[in-house]
């Protein structure tokens, strides 16, 4: 390489590196958010179970509506229409067409647990990876207070954004 044209990548890799400090600080919070709820819905720790006696707790609900929805307000689930009560004396009809137009339950079911036991450790590596990130940032800035207020911004702004 030339010296000039070392000299010109040089000039462009320090605006680079601190656009990539602050953009990285200021969405590491959201990225911890994403990956922890992330994680607790690839395991449907979020859902109740049909049926069960799981009831998740109501933090793990809201939280999770966050991460689909942008929203804390989970709508309430109606009960499901009661059956009407039908006369026994007579037989009801059959619909035939919607029978025969469903196709039969398909009996293999396949194991989703090895694909959430890896999504799960893709979040904890995402969790892990932005926390030393966090830490490094910190650690070798030479602007501790402007990198301090770019990661709480990254709080807070999405924090005032809920008010809207």
Same mark, same amino acid.
């Given at each position: ?9 040089? %000039?462009?890799?320090? *605006?680079? !590196? ?43 609900? &809201? ?14 689930? %109606?009960?499901? *229409?009661?059956?009407?009560? /039908? ?10 067409? !919607?029978?025969?137009?469903? *196709? ?7 194991? #989703?647990?090895? /694909? ?6 893709? &979040?904890?590596? #995402? #969790? ?7 830490? /490094?940032?910190? %650690?070798?800035? !030479?602007? %501790? ?14 924090? /005032?954004?809920?008010?809207?």
């Amino acid at each position: 390489r030339q010296p000039d044209s070392m000299a010109a990548t040089h %000039r462009w890799l320090k *605006p680079f !590196r601190t656009l990539h400090l602050y953009f990285g600080a200021f969405t590491a919070p959201a990225l911890l958010f994403f990956a922890f709820t992330g994680a607790l819905q690839s395991v449907n720790l979020h859902e109740g179970t049909h049926g069960g006696d799981y009831k998740p707790p109501a933090w793990v609900v &809201s939280i999770s509506h966050m991460h689909k929805k942008q929203s804390f307000e989970v709508p309430v689930k %109606r009960p499901s *229409p009661k059956t009407s009560v /039908m006369n026994t004396d007579v037989a009801p009809a059959v619909d035939v067409t !919607r029978a025969i137009a469903k *196709p039969p339950f398909a009996s293999n079911k396949r194991n #989703l647990w090895p /694909m959430k036991i890896f999504f799960v450790l893709v &979040s904890l590596n #995402l #969790l892990l990876s932005t926390l030393t990130g966090i830490y /490094m940032g910190w %650690r070798y800035t !030479r602007d %501790r207070r402007r990198y301090g207020a770019t990661l709480a911004a990254g709080v807070v702004v999405p924090a /005032m954004l809920l008010l809207f």
